[in-house]
């Protein structure tokens, strides 16, 4: 189902998100949310998203990568390069603005998956950008508060969206 995507200065996109617990894992307990989730960031045309962002404060997070869409439960980000990277970000919670956001080139991170099992993977570029993104939306945090510069867009096409 799709679902209402949270909108700036909604103070609940400022809230921290909780961990999903190992009972919640046993259960598969958010298979239904992470559905949901997928096909709200599909309609809406982002490359991310994470549960808050439709009123979920919980720690999972969604990328749309090369691949297909990726799911990060618990995600951390356990490493960052030195080399940082300034590109222009969106968000689906903030239409019609985007911001010049500067972050580490390569991320590694640690995450679970739905059903608990652990991975590891390290990603790079748009793909980094993405998932650190994702993350500050778990921790209340949005792309705006770390832009270097903020650009109101005439219209709401840009791609970037997360
Ligand atoms: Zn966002």
């Known amino acids: 189902m799709v679902k209402t995507v ?3 200065p909604d103070e609940r996109l400022r809230k921290i998100s909780r961990d999903v617990t190992e009972e919640e894992f ?9 559905s949901d989730m997928r096909e709200t960031m599909l309609v809406m045309g982002g490359i991310g998203l994470a549960a808050a962002q439709i009123n979920e404060q919980i720690r999972i ?11 990060f439960c618990n995600p951390e980000i356990i490493s960052s390069s030195w080399k940082k990277e300034i590109e222009e970000e969106g968000c689906l919670s903030i239409p019609n603005v985007t911001g010049l956001v500067k972050r580490p080139y ?4 640690r995450a679970k998956k739905i059903n608990g099992e652990e991975f590891k993977l390290t990603a ?4 980094a950008r993405v998932i650190q993104h ?3 939306h778990l921790n209340g945090v949005l ?3 770390k832009a270097k510069k903020i650009i109101e867009q005439s219209n709401g096409t840009d791609e970037r969206q997360n």
Do not use: C, P, S, T
């Not at 046993?26 to 992470?34: G, I, R, S, T």
């Not at 997070?61 to 799911?71: L, R, S, T």
């Not at 390569?106 to 991170?109: G, H, K, S």
């Not at 790079?124 to 793909?127: M, Y």
């Open 6 to 8: 949270l909108i700036n």
């Open 26 to 34: 046993k259960a598969a307990k958010y298979q239904a949310l992470v």
């Open 61 to 71: 997070i969604i990328v749309n990568a090369k691949d297909g869409v990726m799911v």
């Open 106 to 109: 390569r991320v590694d991170i």
């Open 124 to 127: 790079k570029g748009i793909f």
């Open 134 to 136: 994702e993350v500050d």
């Open 143 to 145: 792309f705006i508060d």
